[in-house]
């Protein structure tokens, strides 16, 4: 049912709306540039992942999340964890293209005295809200943060990124019950499902399914959506943006090295090893995605 507040939808409207897509797809892109060429420098690591997530940090970064890229401390400024220290590389590809670290820093990833750890620092890395390592924390933290901010009457909202791993943990849903408890409407948790774990498939290590259910039984409003149709994240986010009363969780089913067809198929997708000679065909291949 359309409600009287909705603008009629014209051909105007029609047209912002693919431009903003659009946007959002060349950031994606952008996004996916810098986590190969991040990769390239190690040679391997969570490169799967960081293709995986780009989409999401796309729509986040480029469309969502207030900020001022020169201040990665304003007080007012909406606050992303990563949940997930080990994605490290994934926001800082986001980083950059949202102009929070310059792009030239991306090549000294993971080298001594980088900015760019492989595991998540907050303290090295600018717009790095939290530490990552031990998983399962990130919700504890995005609950006590939005809770900071309500007592301040700060607006600023609080998202958190977690894995589908990070639902084994008891941790997490201990948060996600104080989250709903305190009615925390500024909280939006992101969870990457790419059905993949450290020790193998999510669904043999430990079956978390139905999660949408799960999640609205602990008090959240939840979505599910395919994490790598950017159309389909910005309908969700555009949604959860307007809940009120209840903390918003959004499920992304995503594909690990979504658009390299390359690497979308490899074993070890966890901690991808990807052979020098393979670096400029999965850039080629990225490449031929965007222009189609
Ligand atoms: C509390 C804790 N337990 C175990 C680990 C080891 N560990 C590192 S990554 C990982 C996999 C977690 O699942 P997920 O994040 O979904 O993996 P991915 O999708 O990246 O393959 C595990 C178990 C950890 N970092 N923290
Ligand atoms: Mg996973």
């Known amino acids: 049912m359309t409600s009287l507040s909705t ?87 986001a980083l950059a293209e949202a102009g929070i670290i310059p792009a030239e820093e991306l090549e000294t990833y993971g080298s001594d005295d980088s900015r760019l750890p492989m595991s998540a620092m907050a303290s090295y890395t600018p717009g790095m809200e939290i530490s990552g390592g ?81 999640w609205r039984a602990f008090g959240w409003h939840a979505l599910r959506v395919d994490g790598n149709d950017v159309a389909a994240l910005v309908d969700a986010f555009d949604e959860l943006r307007e809940h009120r009363g209840s903390p918003s969780v959004l499920i992304c089913d995503t594909r690990i090295g979504s658009g390299v067809p390359l690497l979308e198929g490899r074993e070890k997708a966890h901690f991808m090893r990807v052979e020098p000679h393979e670096w400029q065909i999965a850039r080629d291949q990225l490449e031929e995605g965007l222009s189609r």
């Open 7 to 93: 603008p009629p939808v014209t051909a105007d409207s029609t047209r912002g709306q693919e431009d903003r897509i659009d946007r959002i797809r060349q950031a994606a892109y952008r996004i996916r540039r810098n986590a190969l060429d991040m990769g390239e420098v190690q040679g391997q690591g969570y490169i799967g992942q960081a293709l995986g997530v780009a989409d999401v940090l796309a729509v986040v970064y480029t469309d969502q999340l207030r900020y001022r890229p020169e201040d990665p401390h304003w007080p007012d400024r909406d606050r992303f964890l990563l949940s997930i220290g080990h994605y490290a590389i994934a926001l800082y590809a």
């Open 134 to 214: 031990s998983l399962g924390h990130g919700l504890g933290v995005a609950t006590g943060m939005a809770l900071g901010l309500r007592h301040l009457g700060n607006p600023a909202r609080v998202f958190d990124l977690l894995s589908d791993g990070e639902l084994d943990e008891g941790s997490t849903w201990e948060a996600a019950l104080a989250c709903a408890h305190h009615g925390l409407d500024n909280v939006t948790a992101v969870v990457d499902v790419n059905a993949l774990q450290a020790d193998g498939p999510t669904a043999g290590v430990l079956r978390t399914e139905p999660v949408v259910d799960k």
